[in-house]
């Protein structure tokens, strides 16, 4: 069955980097988009990121653009999320999400992981 | 960018009761060229990640009971748990993907028992 596993979360001192993974199986990674959402503690979702089957498309929401990179390896199946400038509004749980489309997706998330927690904090 | 507002911020229902949780985007998520409405319902329990119930506005996800339905058109969309069960105690969320490069979620919505 499909499975995503994110890992990478930890507790991170303001303004250092971090890089979130995401493992993929029992689908065909490299035909899919996917996606990164957070949700902070109490909070509702917020969509980060997403790239494209190939990775010829990338694209961010405005309040993590130019501080996360989203990549993919797909010879590993693994999605990653690369966090700098950390600050501590960034405290959240990560999803990875799996778009129901393949190659550039529709933007429709029909399967998530558990998530890791990143918190950020002196 | 659209922005997704939902409606109440959370609710208590008996159990058996019906359930209604609005969500309005701010712009049409209808596109003409399919006539599909590019709206999601997500369920998320406690400690568990999101799961997808509905897509194209009104299409049940694969095993999901039919107590769930999903309406609306255009701007304004609604989700209707016929008969409220335990075990749908949840925040719901409602997204669009009309925007498939820029998603974006509504506030959510937490039901709970009366």
Known sequence: QVQLVESGGTVVQPGRSLRLSCA???FM????GIHWVRQAPGKGLEWLAVISYDASNIF???SVKGRFIISRDNSRNTLFLQLTSLRPEDTAVYYCAKDRGNGYGWGL???WGQGTLVTVSS | DIVMTQSPDSLAVSLGERVIV???SSQSL???SNFKNYLAWYQQKPGQPPKLLIYWATMRESGVPDRFSGSGS???FTLTISSLQAEDVAVYY???YYSSVSVSFGGGTKVEIK
């Open chain 1, 109 to 111: 998330l029909e399967f």
């Open chain 2, 22 to 24: 609005n969500c309005r």
């Open chain 2, 30 to 32: 209808l596109y003409s």
């Open chain 2, 74 to 76: 255009g701007t304004d």
């Open chain 1, 29 to 32: 990674f490299k035909d899919y």
């Open chain 2, 94 to 96: 409602c997204q669009q």
């Open chain 1, 60 to 62: 961010y929401a405005d």
């Open chain 1, 24 to 26: 993929g199986s029992g």
